[in-house]
Nanobody
Framework: EVQLQASGGGLVQAGGSLRLSCVAS????????IGWFRRAPGKESEGILC????????YSADSVKGRFTMSSDNTKNTVYLQMNSLKPEDTAVYYC?????????????????????WGQGTLVTVSS
């Protein structure tokens, strides 16, 4: 069974950094498309980073470009979200999600509709 467990959220001051982890079980992350999403208070759900397996490119939302980076460790079957230069507007619940290839157009555009498997989310709060 495909399962995802996100962790690493917490309280951080503006300008600081956090690294979120998403541990996968029931599948190999190297064979799946991976996405990081967030939902901020009063805002729509936003796909911030998405990548497909065996694809050198990674989608990055303009809101996090240059500050957030996605990486993975296939040995640990874990995906990471490194968040730097955090801003108060980054405050949100962050989710990891995956989909088995072939990916749909929704997944290719980093849309939540393209990802059927989700972690429980972890809260990141950035204070000013």
């Amino acid at each position: 069974e495909v399962q995802l467990q996100a962790s690493g959220g917490g309280l951080v001051q503006a300008g600081g950094s956090l690294r979120l982890s998403c541990v996968a079980s029931g599948f190999a992350i190297g064979d799946y498309a991976i996405g990081w999403f967030r939902r901020a208070p009063g805002k729509e759900s936003e796909g911030i980073l998405c990548r497909k397996p065996f694809d050198p490119t990674t989608y990055s939302a303009d809101s996090v470009k240059g500050r957030f980076t996605m990486s993975s460790d296939n040995t640990k079957n874990t995906v990471y979200l490194q968040m730097n230069s955090l801003k108060p507007e980054d405050t949100a619940v962050y989710y990891c999600a995956v989909v088995r290839p072939p990916t749909t157009s929704f997944a290719n555009k980093c849309r939540r509709e393209g990802y059927p498997y989700w972690g429980q989310g972890t809260l990141v709060t950035v204070s000013s």
